[in-house]
């Protein structure tokens, strides 16, 4: 049974950090484009960053280059999300998906997701 679970969410102030985490189960993650999304209140989930196991490529969207960095723990099968210098306008439910399909999972239809995480950034 495939899973993503995330955990790290929470409440800063602007400029702030936080760390979020995906821990992955049920699957070869070797094999799977793995990716953080993210949907705020009343609008469209966008993609945030993507990354393949296998070969550690990964991309950003432009809103969080430089201040996000993807990474993992390659024992543990988790994928971390570092997000620092965060903004108000990061405030968004966090969901981390997967797919074997890297244009899949870019076009927001992984096959696989996680219950999502609660990031809070006030001014």
């Known amino acids: 049974q495939v899973q993503l679970v995330e955990s790290g969410g929470g409440s800063v102030q602007a400029g702030g950090s936080l760390r979020l985490s995906c821990a992955t189960s049920?699957?070869?993650?070797?094999?799977?484009?793995l990716g953080w999304f993210r949907q705020a209140p009343g609008k469209e989930r966008e993609g945030v960053a993507t990354?393949?196991?296998?070969?550690?490529?990964?991309t950003y969207a432009d809103s969080v280059k430089g201040r996000f960095t993807i990474s993992r723990d390659n024992y543990k099968k988790i994928l971390y999300l570092q997000m620092n210098s965060l903004k108000p306008e990061d405030t968004a439910v966090y969901y981390c998906a997967a797919d074997r399909n890297g244009s899949t999972l870019r076009a927001g239809l992984a096959s696989y997701w996680g219950q999502g995480t609660q990031v809070t950034v006030s001014s």
């Open positions: 049920g699957f070869t993650v070797g094999n799977y484009f």
């Open positions: 990354f393949y196991w296998l070969s550690s490529t990964t």
